[in-house]
């Protein structure tokens, strides 16, 4: 599948190998070069220099043609907006955003945009660890 | 009217000044404690320090009874975030929102903000208006009905100099609203009127109709 995903820090970057290694066709977009040191020297996908809420870096990586787009910048409404961007402008068949704020999250969802809250998510695992 | 602004740069400052003297009641939310501050001191206590994208200052701020919502940060993003939730999760009934990156006008439009104001735009438009060659300049949208109202000056020499309103092939739908000449009152012009080199012409027009309105005033 080709997938797009916004954003290469840790999170960007590991979704990236992984799904690499998997054999789907991967583009990582990020503002700065200096972020794709993340991704490992056998990536065989492409890592983009670009911001993912402007039409021409979204076409240069591919969006009209894409599978999915996730967005994992450091920012909520960045990837709030590029999310909406990829879903009503491009109609990718699948987006996912994430979303640390929960309250946000659940409006964006109410909105139908499928989107996950690390804090939530994690929140709930440190729980699960306390409450053994 | 309770109007909700969220920004308090020199933009949402000027901004709170004159809807303050219009009589409105006027609240700022803005992140820089500073900022937020300045604006207290100044007009009184009319700004809240917070996120205006977090929903617990939206609450803070009485947002479920605002009027109007206006965004005028200097990100797009977080401008788009803070109507939407004022929007869907607060019932605001009208939202306006700053947009800096003209592209995304049509995103805001397409994802339910009421209005947008594109200031990258705006200053374009009136610096072509400095320029000596400028053909046609934007002066307001009227978004709901696909209408703008546009301002064209008309050079010495273009083909409708000497001829009236009526043999011009004005485009379908667009009307001349008003022609204002050096030294006397604007008039509304009607179909007799003969046009003049340097009139300044006020029309309604529908967007995709400027260039036949440009061609029909100045020729090709």
Redesign the interface.
């Known amino acids: 599948m080709r997938v797009i995903i916004m954003g290469c820090g840790r999170v960007g970057a590991q979704l990236a190998t992984l799904l690499d290694k998997d054999g789907h066709q991967v583009t990582v977009l990020d503002n700065k070069s200096y972020s794709f040191r993340w991704l490992p020297a056998d990536f065989k996908g492409t890592a983009l220099l670009g911001h993912g809420?402007?039409?021409v870096s979204l076409k240069k990586a591919g969006i009209e043609k894409a599978d999915i787009f996730i967005a994992v910048t450091q920012?909520?409404?960045?990837n709030?907006?590029a999310c909406?961007?990829a879903k009503?402008?491009f109609n990718v068949p699948k987006v996912i955003c994430r979303i640390y704020?929960p309250?946000?999250r659940d409006?964006y969802i109410?909105?139908g945009l499928e989107a996950l809250s690390p804090t939530t998510i994690f929140a709930q695992m440190l729980k699960e660890k306390v409450v053994d | 009217m309770y109007i909700i602004i969220v920004g308090g740069g020199r933009l949402g400052y000027y901004l709170t000044r004159a809807l303050l003297d219009e009589g409105h009641e006027v609240l700022v939310i803005e992140k820089d404690a500073g900022y937020s501050q300045t604006i207290n001191s100044e007009f009184g206590s009319v700004s809240l320090h917070g996120d205006g994208?977090?929903?617990?200052t939206l609450e803070a701020a009485g947002t479920g009874r605002a009027d109007i919502f206006i965004t005028v940060t200097g990100?797009?993003?977080?401008n788009?975030?803070a109507c939407?939730?004022a929007r869907?999760?607060f019932n605001v009934p009208r939202t306006i929102a700053r947009v800096r990156?003209p592209?995304?006008e049509?995103?805001f439009k397409?994802?339910g903000i009421d209005a947008t104001v594109s200031t990258t735009n705006l200053i374009l438009e009136h610096i072509k208006h400095e320029l000596p060659s400028h053909p046609l300049m934007h002066l307001l949208d009227i978004q709901e009905k696909g209408l703008e109202v546009v301002e064209v000056t008309i050079p010495p020499g273009s083909t409708s100099v000497g001829r009236q309103v009526k043999e011009l092939p004005l485009p379908v739908d667009s009307i001349l609203s008003l022609i204002i000449r050096k030294e006397r009152k604007p008039t509304v012009p009607t179909n007799s009127t003969v046009i003049q080199a340097q009139d300044q012409i006020i029309a309604v027009i529908r967007p995709e109709t400027e260039e036949d309105l440009r061609s029909a005033l100045m020729g090709d």
């Not at chain 1, 920012?75 to 960045?78: A, T, V």
């Open positions: 809420l402007d039409e920012g909520d409404n960045r709030i907006m909406q961007i009503h402008i704020d309250l946000r409006l109410t909105l | 994208c977090e929903v617990a990100d797009d993003e977080d788009l975030v939407q939730l869907h999760k990156n592209q995304h049509k995103v397409k994802l």
